[in-house]
Nanobody, 126 residues
């Protein structure tokens, strides 16, 4: 079973960039679609970005499209989230998650993701 560990969170100013990483243990990383989600205080966890097992398909939430980029390196068992032009409303705990491949659909709903990391805090000051 894959275990996920996020890193790269921190405190930045509005307009800055930050890169998150999520390293997966185990040998089956490439059999999972991967996603990033976030949860702000008092709010529900929401979808941020997803990437197919091959890296060929990506999806983004409207609020981050054009600013965030998801990518993966299957040789390193790692998925990344590059976040540019950060805004205070991006402040949240960011989680990576793994969804077993099921057909050609790359899911964006959190219920499709079976495995979760512990989360990493991203704080954007104004």
């Amino acid at each position: 079973q894959v275990q996920l560990v996020e890193s790269g969170g921190g405190l930045v100013q509005a307009g800055d960039s930050l890169s998150l990483s999520c390293e997966a243990s185990g040998r089956t990383f490439r059999t999972y679609n991967m996603g990033w989600f976030r949860q702000a205080p008092g709010k529900e966890r929401e979808f941020v970005a997803a990437i197919s097992w091959s890296g060929g398909v990506t999806h983004y939430a409207y609020s981050v499209k054009g600013r965030f980029t998801i990518s993966r390196d299957n040789a390193k068992n790692t998925v990344y989230l590059q976040m540019n032009t950060l805004k205070p409303e991006d402040t949240a705990v960011y989680y990576c998650a793994a969804a077993p491949i099921a057909g050609i659909i790359v899911p964006t709903h959190l219920k499709s993701y079976a495995l979760w990391g512990q989360g990493t805090q991203v704080t954007v000051s104004s």
